[in-house]
C-alpha cells in the first residue's frame, strides 16, 4: 500500500486482501465509516480492536486570537473526535527509528 491513507487506495487494498471486488470493498468501507460516525454523533465510543478508541469529546469554550484580522475573538464549545492508540499500537511505533537521535540540540 502506498504511503498516506486515502479512501481509493486503502479500499483498493481491502478487496486485494479479502478477494473481493472493489465495489464489495467500497460497500463494506462506506458501511463500516457508517456505523462509526452513528455511534460517535450518537455521543458513543468507537473501540477498533487492535488499534485504539475514538471518542467524542467536548472542546470548552475560550477566547483566542483571529490569526487574519489580528483580534481577539470567542470560540463557542464544541464536541470533537478524539482517537487513543492502544498500547500494543503505541509500542509497535515505539519501536520505529525516528530521525537521528544522536545529535543534541
Not at 473481493?20 to 460517535?40: F, H, I, K, P, S
Not at 475514538?54 to 470533537?80: N, S, V
Request: hydrophobic share 35%; glycine share 10%; charged share 30%.
Amino acid at each position: 500500500m502506498k504511503s498516506g491513507f486515502d479512501k481509493h487506495a486503502t479500499v483498493t487494498e481491502l478487496a486485494k486482501r479479502m478477494q473481493v471486488t472493489y465495489q464489495t470493498a467500497l460497500a463494506a468501507w462506506d458501511r463500516v465509516c457508517g456505523l462509526m460516525r452513528e455511534e460517535l454523533t450518537g455521543g458513543k465510543a468507537v473501540r477498533i480492536e487492535g488499534v485504539g478508541l475514538l471518542y467524542p469529546q467536548e472542546r470548552k469554550a475560550r477566547e483566542g486570537m483571529d490569526a487574519f484580522r489580528h483580534e481577539r475573538t470567542f470560540f463557542p464549545a464544541r464536541m470533537i473526535a478524539k482517537f487513543r492508540g492502544c498500547p500494543s499500537l503505541r509500542d509497535a511505533l515505539g519501536k520505529l527509528p525516528c530521525g537521528d537521535n544522536t545529535k543534541e540540540g
